[in-house]
């Protein structure tokens, strides 16, 4: 799946930036590479699969993350 690069916001209220889908060295497995828009301004890794997830709040199913504005990627493919 492709994600969007862009601003998204946590089901729990905080907004990141998503940079780009990286695969990790030794099980390729796809991470969503982001930056928390608060705090420390860290930088983060997690499993696309994980960041795609649904979750359940107050009985309802929400995205994990949802985009809020796309935004074009800073880093592209030859």
């Known amino acids: 799946m492709q994600l969007q690069p862009g601003l998204y916001q946590h089901y729990k209220g905080p907004q990141y930036r998503v940079f780009n889908v990286a695969r990790h060295s030794e099980t390729e497995e796809e991470v969503v590479f982001y930056q928390a828009l608060y705090g420390d301004f860290g930088f983060w890794v ?3 699969s994980m960041f ?3 979750v359940t709040v107050e009985g309802e199913q929400v995205p994990r993350f949802a985009l809020i504005q796309a935004e074009p990627s800073l880093f592209s493919r030859p």
């Open 46 to 48: 997690r499993p696309l």
């Open 52 to 54: 795609l997830e649904t």
